[in-house]
């Protein structure tokens, strides 16, 4: 398996394209994307867990009910969401989208993104679809990885490439992170395309399964948004004999896929809000997977960690903390905590306990801009990965201006 | 029932003092503190649910296990805790206070708070206890909670003069919020001090059922420290029938104690690290009492909401988006939310969706310094209220500076 360019055009049989509409003010920011697989493909996707949800998700969900789906129509600068008229909005958004591709209304995957409360007006949208669907392209990730962006500082793409059955096939993604709008809310949208031919079952079954390690896994301030939602088609393209069941070929394929999620995750970590650092927790030896994940998220999402990581403090009482009340059967008396980046390791806790080590060393390492937070229980066999940043001037002055 | 002056000390039978022994550096900052019954008390206390525990948090359990004690010893500057000797350090701490009392061991309430995983020398508490016995006070309160606080920036008491069975009564307290040292570690301590005649069964069913809506409901950012601790001594001087039972009596003594907690929640939230407001949200016409309290603690502890807060932005869907994610069983499109503060209310969501309000209005409502985010359920009769403060530059500031 290997990375490659493209993002979502890299899987074959999908174009794409971005184009600024007219939602956002600001005319240098493209504002609607559309994402175009030429054959229908099977798809599925995973929702916010927020009982406030976007209308967009409620219409998509429907449209999926039968495992397929041809294109993506997302916007940015409005959520649509704690809106009357919103799932009126969605669908006229898909309608339109359908028209003009000339497919089913129900083959479309509708998402926005941006502002809540406020109504989205239909016009530019309808303005802006031809655009779009004269500008599809194969080319087309980046300006499509553009269009979903509300304050992310970086466009989030990734694409593999990897065998099955014989056949070259490919995954890719776009994705946009945590980022405030004017007003605001916090959204995670993540679209991915495969020309793999998977069942829909087997579809479903992997992403389901592919999520609670990854995008469940990462966390910018602990804030779940109303509108999340992780998407992904299988085209069949590639041409493979079709995975419909757990076997080698799925194997792979879930290998791939999560290729593409831990690197989108690690993207949107890194570019939370006001981030100047990646940080990713390991837990490992854990007496069960639950324990490991329960750990490692309570650490990435604590207030006190994040500030002592931006302030580049190996303070690893707050590590310890952080398990102690995530509410996981923990020995703290065996627990191991280090600190590693690509400037060393520090070892700065054994057995519950703190252990000497060079201040200066601790610095170097976490004065790089991705720090892992290596945590052993010495309790079990078992893993897991949370991905965070750290907390920052900028994070505050993001979410603390003022709205008018 | 009136709030009075005096503190702990305002509860008839208690001394108090505070001293500068040497834990700190800083030769202005007293850093041990103690209080003095000078009637053996009933005692009652609850403990952090960290799996991490300050030594001091064993030893006092052990202490309290008879429902008895006499005396508080309590350091700042050096939590003692993730110390190998922590246990010995906590144990002399308790002899020597002991001795120079002239009371049994048995009868110390011991805590500690500061720095974790640094030894902590017995030395300077060695030195202090003469002191700090030769200037006991009846007017010893302030420099006793001077004595145990780290990073606050006030002191907190608090006295309420109630009457029980035809006698005067008191409950004081004294408590220390969510602050860091250097290196640190948030604690909240909290002594409370009465005058009643109460059996040490129904002193610790009162403080129990107390501290799940008062300390359990305070957030400064989500981090639950290891040396929390609230204790409360009862020493019956005031010569009431003692209460025994959950009768009138015993109501009364609940509201006089609810009192006290309830103003020392208020002082430690809005003085918490960095707090520039005091938030306080208050759930009401809930289905239950549990669900009032999950979603008090969900929207206070919103990262997104509290750096609104600190913007003076009444940004509604933030908190609609907590009380989505906060797991309790809510209709949403049931919730009405306002913000008020003295300076006016002013309602921005009815029927979970958005109204039209002045931004003006609002700015001037969330400019002050004590806000309340009003939310009504309109699903049943509880309530709940939860108090946290708004997330500022300073609080990053505080815990990301430099340790070293």
């Given amino acids: 398996m290997k990375i490659i360019d493209g993002g979502i055009c890299a899987a074959k049989g999908y174009k794409a394209s971005g184009v600024h509409c007219g939602i956002r003010k600001n005319r240098t920011k493209r504002d609607l994307s559309l994402i175009y697989s030429e054959k229908r493909a099977t798809a599925a996707a995973v ?36 809106n009357e008229n919103g799932i009126e909005i969605a669908e006229q ?25 406020q109504p989205l007006d239909i016009t530019p949208i309808k303005d802006g679809i031809p655009d779009l669907v ?24 990734i694409a593999v490439e990897f065998t099955v059955g014989g056949k070259v096939c490919h995954i890719g993604g776009i994705a946009k ?47 779940t948004s109303t509108n999340d939602m992780v998407t992904v088609l299988a085209n069949g393209v590639a041409g493979n004999p079709e995975i419909t069941k757990e076997d080698g070929d799925y194997e792979i394929f879930m290998q791939a896929l999560n290729t593409v999620t831990v690197n989108l995750c690690r993207m949107i970590a890194s570019d939370g809000e006001g981030a100047t650092k990646l940080l990713e927790c390991k837990v490992d030896t854990a007496k069960s997977k639950a324990i490991a994940k329960t750990v490692a998220k309570s650490v990435i999402c604590s207030s006190l960690l994040k500030a002592a990581m931006f302030g580049a403090d190996a303070n690893w009482g707050r590590v310890l903390c952080a398990i102690g009340y995530s509410g996981a059967d923990v020995d703290i ?41 290596l ?30």
């Fill in 47 to 82: 929702y916010t867990t927020n009982l406030v949800k976007g209308a967009t998700l409620s219409v998509t969900k429907r449209h999926l009910e039968d495992g397929f789906a041809q294109a993506v129509i997302c916007n940015s600068g409005n959520a649509n969401t704690c």
């Fill in 134 to 157: 004269k500008t599809l392209s194969n080319d087309g990730s980046a300006d499509a990885s553009e269009g979903i962006m509300t304050t992310d500082t970086v466009k989030k793409e």
């Fill in 177 to 223: 992170g945590s980022g405030m709008i004017h007003p605001n809310m916090a959204t995670m949208l993540v679209f991915i395309t495969s020309d793999v031919a998977i069942s829909k079952e087997m579809l479903k079954k992997a992403l389901s399964s592919d999520i609670t390690n990854t995008f469940n896994m990462v966390s910018i301030d602990g804030d």
């Fill in 93 to 117: 958004m898909s309608k339109l989208t359908a028209d003009a591709l000339n497919i089913s209304e129900n083959d479309i995957v509708v998402a926005s993104t941006g502002v809540i409360g």
């Fill in 375 to 404: 945590v052993s229980l010495n309790d079990g066999k078992d893993t897991a990965t949370a991905w965070g940043c750290d907390l920052t001037y900028d994070y505050v002055k993001i979410n603390g201006d003022y709205r008018t």
């Fill in 333 to 373: 008396n065996k627990v191991d905590v280090s600190f590693k980046s690509k400037a060393g390791e520090v070892k700065v806790c054994k057995n519950g306990a703190g252990i000497p080590f060079s201040e200066d060393e601790a610095k170097t390492v976490l004065l790089e801009k991705e720090i892992e937070i």
